[in-house]
């Protein structure tokens, strides 16, 4: 059947699964008793209990003498506007790019690292955790550019310098909290971070972003300067990490 643009009503969303052996993820919902999938990334975010207007495809399928029928999201509209880029294709079991392939490695490295770290299974100066501290630090210093007045009231282009004595991650259950050195300590325990490396997709990011900042995905798209999802070339993690810095600042993050 074609292409029907209708506004479905969502009474339940589960969580994205995977599927195949390349990576493919799913989302399965429920429309008025009946079941629905979409296999884009893109609109994850916005399969969400309530309306939806989106492009919807329903196809028969033949699977051992047995007629199957699926019911599909292609695309979402928000204010008109589709969220998902054309050029942004359903999962049809191509590899991921080296590119992405090693985004992949080095997160899951840095993950594996980090739960030897806070297991004791590494020391604070073995060369896994110095590898690791290096890492994060690389990522949390945001690399922004700012204006600065000079004495005479004119202005001048500045980029953020990072300050010469960095806070340096430290374990402890789960979560990563920044050590301050001792002459720029404030009084009482470093605030614990958000972990972000515990971020795996998209759709986890739009989440943690609504609990911590109360931003919508359109507002996540915006802080990371890109207008759809396929634009966006950092990891997850990373997107994290500069929305945290922009938003509450490298000391307040929760």
């Given at each position: 059947m074609p292409t029907i643009r209708q506004k479905l009503t969502i009474q339940s969303v589960q969580e994205p699964k995977s599927f195949g052996t390349k990576g493919g993820q799913k989302v399965e919902f429920v429309c008025d008793t009946?079941?629905?999938v979409t296999f884009r990334k893109a609109?994850?975010?916005?399969?969400?209990?309530?309306e939806i207007d989106a492009d919807t495809e329903i196809?028969?399928?033949?699977?051992?003498?047995?007629?199957?029928?699926d019911r599909i999201v292609s695309q979402v509209y928000i204010d008109g506007k589709g969220v998902a880029s054309q050029a942004q294709q359903t999962y049809r079991g191509d590899g991921d790019s080296p590119e992405k392939?090693?985004?992949i490695e080095a997160q899951q490295a840095a993950e594996y690292t980090k739960d030897l770290w806070i297991a004791g299974k590494f020391l604070d100066d073995s060369p896994e955790v110095k590898a690791l501290r290096t890492w994060v630090l690389a990522r949390l210093t945001p690399q922004v550019s700012t204006k600065a007045e000079t004495s005479k009231g004119t202005e001048t282009s500045a980029v953020a310098k990072?300050?010469?004595?960095?806070?340096?991650?430290?374990?402890?259950?789960?979560?990563?909290?920044?050590?301050v050195p001792k002459e720029g300590m404030p009084e009482g325990k470093p605030k614990a971070r958000r972990d972000p490396m515990i971020l795996k997709n998209y759709t986890q990011l739009c989440k943690v972003c609504n609990e911590d900042f109360g931003l919508q995905p359109k507002d996540v798209l915006k802080e990371l300067g890109v207008s759809a999802q396929s634009e966006i070339t950092r990891t997850i993690p990373e997107c994290y990490m500069q929305i945290a810095a922009v938003m509450e600042g490298p000391k307040e993050l929760a």
């Amino acid at each position: 059947m074609p292409t029907i643009r209708q506004k479905l009503t969502i009474q339940s969303v589960q969580e994205p699964k995977s599927f195949g052996t390349k990576g493919g993820q799913k989302v399965e919902f429920v429309c008025d008793t009946k079941k629905w999938v979409t296999f884009r990334k893109a609109l994850f975010p916005y399969i969400l209990v309530g309306e939806i207007d989106a492009d919807t495809e329903i196809k028969e399928r033949e699977v051992d003498g047995n007629t199957y029928v699926d019911r599909i999201v292609s695309q979402v509209y928000i204010d008109g506007k589709g969220v998902a880029s054309q050029a942004q294709q359903t999962y049809r079991g191509d590899g991921d790019s080296p590119e992405k392939r090693a985004s992949i490695e080095a997160q899951q490295a840095a993950e594996y690292t980090k739960d030897l770290w806070i297991a004791g299974k590494f020391l604070d100066d073995s060369p896994e955790v110095k590898a690791l501290r290096t890492w994060v630090l690389a990522r949390l210093t945001p690399q922004v550019s700012t204006k600065a007045e000079t004495s005479k009231g004119t202005e001048t282009s500045a980029v953020a310098k990072p300050p010469t004595k960095a806070a340096v991650p430290v374990a402890g259950a789960g979560e990563i909290t920044l050590a301050v050195p001792k002459e720029g300590m404030p009084e009482g325990k470093p605030k614990a971070r958000r972990d972000p490396m515990i971020l795996k997709n998209y759709t986890q990011l739009c989440k943690v972003c609504n609990e911590d900042f109360g931003l919508q995905p359109k507002d996540v798209l915006k802080e990371l300067g890109v207008s759809a999802q396929s634009e966006i070339t950092r990891t997850i993690p990373e997107c994290y990490m500069q929305i945290a810095a922009v938003m509450e600042g490298p000391k307040e993050l929760a």
